[in-house]
Structures are given as structure tokens and as C-alpha cells.
């Protein structure tokens, strides 16, 4: 086990270990098959102070360090990836952003809220026309003299069918502002979006945006600034979250790769015993190994708060889930047709896996980001002969 700084961090750890072990995983398959997570599995994550992990003390919350957290964070996304979602879009993109962007007076009102558990935090960025070029959302706002009214609709948000509170992104003249919506405000609709391969459970969904008054007080961090700081540190928070669940996602299907070779036999002899299985498994473990390293980089490096910890954490976020991927493909693989029965975990995890390729900024847009860095940085004045 990795050590930790801090006793009480690791005792945390270990409880959390427990409460995955008898709360959650026993009830994974149910969850799946009912298509949400039950309010009363929440309520206990709350109890816990497993929603607010990341948060603060002085505001209610358990004050992990980044190190811990992320290792909170693969705990409950080897445990269920739904139920870590909880941790990436109500924690890290929602309830983060409040305490790095939020007024004195928003983060009294409304974090302890979130801490507690009795509201659930959803982020409104993607639109149907607009994914990738997040810095052109079309959903529109206008000043009144009490308020401010939001037009518009968002696509794909994670909880947005359950959330109580959003953080919605919307544009004036290009420039982006961030609003905490409520459920409750007049013209606020949202549909689940039905029939996807995985993430039913996390109740994604439409939001549709008519003519909503916002109070004045609802603004987020500055108006018109809303991409370069609530929208960038929002996804660098959920990117840090997402490379542990890729490496949550790795480390069990590695597992299960390896508990099923050592069991299943043919000709006579265990699936481990044949060479071309090793090889998958020794992949499977150098890949899982250089993730963790990957995640503990971005770790350190955020304790330190390094400015450099942005692009670690887009490396590693690219990085563990293309080899969630990879991992979860070859565990399928070596279970061979149990690999798609739902009997075993490794068709879920493999499925869960792909959605870590999009989400966060898509590999495309992480390969973009790291190549720019890496241009500037390895290029050799005058050299290159
Ligand atoms: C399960 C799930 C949960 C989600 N939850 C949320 C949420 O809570 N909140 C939220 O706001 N959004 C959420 N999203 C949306 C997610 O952020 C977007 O799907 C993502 O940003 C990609 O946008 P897009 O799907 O519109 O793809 P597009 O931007 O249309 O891209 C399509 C493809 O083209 C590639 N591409 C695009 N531009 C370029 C380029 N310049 N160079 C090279 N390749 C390019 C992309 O990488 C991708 O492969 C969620 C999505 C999923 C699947």
C-alpha cells in the first residue's frame, strides 16, 4: 500500500476500502440493472464526508490532500465508476470550483449544501453543437436590472437529470460567464438521455434553458472570464479525478486478467501458463504500474502547487485512460466468452473505460495540449542535426 503523509489519511483510506467492500461492490450489478444510485447510498457517501473529501476543514469538509483524494478516488472507481463519478462532478468539478472561485458569502451559503449531501452538484458545459470547442458555447445571457436570464441548451451532463444545483457556462459576445442555477428556478427542464452503452446510472441528460432569471448573486468568479478560470480550473480539478478512475479501471482489470488466468484451465493446463497470455498480463502490469506513477507525479506536484502540475495532470489523465482502455480490452480478452457475460466485471470496466477517452477534453484534445507543451519545451536551439 502507498504511504501516505498523514496516519489519519490512511485511516480514512482503509474505511473507505471497507465501506466500498460492503456497500457498494455487493450492490454494483443492481445499480447498473435500476439505471441510478440510490439517494440512500449518497446520504451514507455524505455521512462519510466522502463528498466533500477534497473540501476543505473550515468548510466542512475532510480536507484530504491531493495524494489521498486520488487514491479515495481509485477506491470507489474500481468500486463502481458511477459512484465515483459522484467524486469527479459533484466534488471536483462543482463543489472545488465554489471554494477556488466562489465569494465568501456563495461558499457560506452554499457549500455546506454540497458538503452534507443534500444538494447534488452537476457542471453545464458540453451543448449539442458544442463539445470540444468548449469556448464556444451558444447558450446566451442578458443582464436585467434584478438578474441575469440564460438561454439555452446543455448536452451529456453527468447528473444533470438528479443534481440540485449546476454550474452552468453560457456566452454574451464570445466571452463565457459561469451561473449557479438552481433546479427550482422557473424555466430549468432536464431530460435523462436514454439508451447509452454505460453511465445510465449517473442519470446524464438535457438541460433546457428558457428564458431562467438568475439572482445577481449567482454570478461565478468574473463576469466574461468565465472559460479562462471557472471552466480550465473546473477541468484541470476533473482531469486530476478522471487519470485515478483510468488507473482504477486498469488496476481491476488487471486483477480480474490475472484471478481468471490462474483459475480457468485448457489443454490441460491454466490460461497462465501460456505465453501469450503472459504477455498480455506482463503488458497489463507495466501499463498499470506507469499510470500510478503518472497520478502520484500529478499528486506531488499539486501538493506543491507547481505550475506545472496542470500539464502532469493532463498527461496522466491521457495516459491512464488510454491504458484503461488497452488493460480492460486485453482482461476481456483473456476471459474469452465469459469476457462479455455480466456475470464478470471485465465487459463493464472495458465499456467504462471508453468513456474516460471522451470525457474531461477528449485524447485528441489532451494529445493537442501535451504536444503544444512538448514542442515548446524539448525543442533544441540551434541543434536538431
Ligand atoms: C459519459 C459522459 C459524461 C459527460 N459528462 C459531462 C458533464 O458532466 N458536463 C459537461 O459539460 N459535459 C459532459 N460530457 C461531454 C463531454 O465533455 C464531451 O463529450 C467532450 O468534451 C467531447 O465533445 P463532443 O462529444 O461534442 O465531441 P466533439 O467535440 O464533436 O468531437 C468529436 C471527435 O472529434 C475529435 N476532435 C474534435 N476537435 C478536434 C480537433 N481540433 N483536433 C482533433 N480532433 C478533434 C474529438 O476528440 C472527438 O474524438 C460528458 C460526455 C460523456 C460521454
Redesign the pocket.
Same mark, same amino acid.
Given at each position: 500500500m502507498i504511504e501516505l503523509d498523514s496516519k489519519q489519511e490512511q485511516e480514512i483510506l482503509h474505511e473507505a476500502e471497507l465501506f466500498a467492500t460492503r456497500e457498494i461492490r455487493p450492490y454494483a450489478r443492481q445499480i447498473q440493472e435500476q439505471q441510478s444510485i440510490p439517494r440512500s447510498l449518497i446520504r451514507a457517501m455524505a455521512e462519510r464526508g466522502y463528498l466533500a473529501a477534497s473540501i476543505p476543514h473550515e468548510y466542512g469538509g475532510m480536507g484530504l490532500g491531493p495524494k489521498a483524494y486520488g487514491l479515495l478516488t481509485e477506491v470507489f472507481g474500481k468500486a463502481l465508476p458511477a459512484v465515483r463519478s459522484l467524486l469527479t462532478?459533484h466534488t471536483s468539478?462543482v463543489s472545488e470550483t465554489l471554494v477556488r472561485f466562489g465569494s465568501p458569502d456563495q461558499k457560506s451559503s452554499w457549500l455546506p449544501k454540497l458538503v452534507r449531501g443534500e444538494w447534488i452538484g @452537476?457542471?453545464?458545459?458540453?451543448e449539442p453543437e #458544442?463539445?470540444?470547442? @468548449?469556448k464556444n458555447v451558444k447558450t446566451t445571457w442578458r443582464e436585467e436590472e434584478d438578474c441575469y436570464v440564460l438561454n439555452g441548451k446543455?448536452?451529456?451532463?453527468?447528473?444533470?437529470d438528479v443534481a440540485d444545483v449546476f454550474i452552468i457556462v453560457a456566452s454574451q459576445e464570445g466571452r463565457s460567464t459561469a451561473f449557479w442555477v438552481e433546479r427550482q428556478f422557473d424555466g430549468v427542464q432536464t431530460q435523462a438521455i436514454e439508451g447509452?452503452m #454505460?453511465?445510465g446510472e449517473?442519470g446524464?441528460a438535457e438541460i433546457d434553458l428558457h428564458e431562467v432569471r438568475v439572482p445577481k448573486s449567482h454570478l461565478i468568479g468574473r463576469m466574461h472570464e468565465g472559460f479562462e478560470y471557472i471552466v480550465s480550473g473546473a477541468l484541470d480539478q476533473g482531469r486530476y479525478s478522471i487519470a485515478w478512475a483510468g488507473l482504477a479501471i486498469a488496476q481491476e482489470a488487471l486483477d480480474s486478467m490475472v484471478t481468471y488466468s490462474r483459475k480457468r484451465k485448457q489443454f490441460d493446463q491454466k490460461l497462465s501458463h501460456f505465453q501469450l497470455i503472459r504477455g498480455m498480463i506482463g503488458d497489463a502490469v507495466t501499463k498499470v504500474h506507469a499510470a500510478r506513477a503518472l497520478c502520484l507525479r500529478a499528486a506531488e506536484l499539486r501538493e506543491a502547487k507547481d505550475p506545472q502540475a496542470v500539464m502532469e495532470t493532463t498527461i496522466a489523465k491521457y495516459f491512464t485512460s488510454k491504458i484503461a482502455v488497452e488493460v480492460a480490452n486485453d482482461a476481456l480478452q483473456v476471459h474469452g466468452a465469459n469476457g462479455i457475460s455480466s456475470e464478470y466485471p471485465v465487459s463493464r470496466l472495458y465499456k467504462e473505460a471508453k468513456?474516460l477517452e471522451?470525457?474531461?477534453?477528449?485524447?485528441?484534445?489532451q494529445q493537442?495540449m501535451i504536444s503544444h507543451y512538448g514542442l515548446k519545451t524539448y525543442y533544441k536551439r540551434g541543434g536538431g542535426l
Open positions: 462532478v468539478l @452537476a457542471f453545464g458545459l458540453t #458544442v463539445g470540444s470547442d @468548449a446543455k448536452k451529456w451532463i453527468t447528473f444533470g447509452v #454505460v453511465g449517473t446524464i468513456i471522451i470525457i474531461e477534453g477528449s485524447s485528441q484534445m493537442e
